[in-house]
């Protein structure tokens, strides 16, 4: 069964936004740390941010105060706002849950170009 299910990628400019959703199965939602992660091309899958359930978030370097991961637990989702993107932040992003078992959705592409 598909728990974890992203969307909202897409090919967007350079300087524009895009919002990515992830909706979440809700016993997984509720009981572990959700994150985004992105991979690309040759590159090691790198954190992009997490938010446990209790509302704490963490960023990674490359992307503080230009992406915003927030929650919606009346729709068992999470959410990345992603503001002023860059060619580099072109990936594919995979929701994630992280609590007594990983948890991984099937990734969604992200492309920055003009």
């Known amino acids: 069964q598909v728990q974890l299910v992203e969307s909202g990628g897409g090919l967007v400019q350079p300087g524009g936004s895009l919002r990515l959703s992830c909706a979440v199965s809700?016993?997984?939602?509720?009981?572990?740390?959700m994150g985004w992660y992105r991979q690309a091309p040759g590159k090691q899958r790198e954190l992009v941010a997490t938010?446990?359930?209790?509302?704490?978030?963490t960023y990674g370097d490359s992307v503080k105060g230009r992406f915003t991961i927030s929650r919606d637990n009346a729709k068992n989702t999470i959410n990345l706002q992603m503001n002023s993107l860059k060619p580099e932040d072109t990936a594919v992003y995979y929701c994630?849950?992280?609590?007594?078992?990983?948890?991984w959705g099937q990734g969604t592409q992200v492309t920055v170009s003009s």
């Open positions: 994630n849950a992280n609590g007594i078992w990983d948890y």
């Open positions: 809700g016993s997984i939602f509720s009981r572990n740390r």
């Open positions: 938010i446990t359930q209790y509302g704490t978030t």
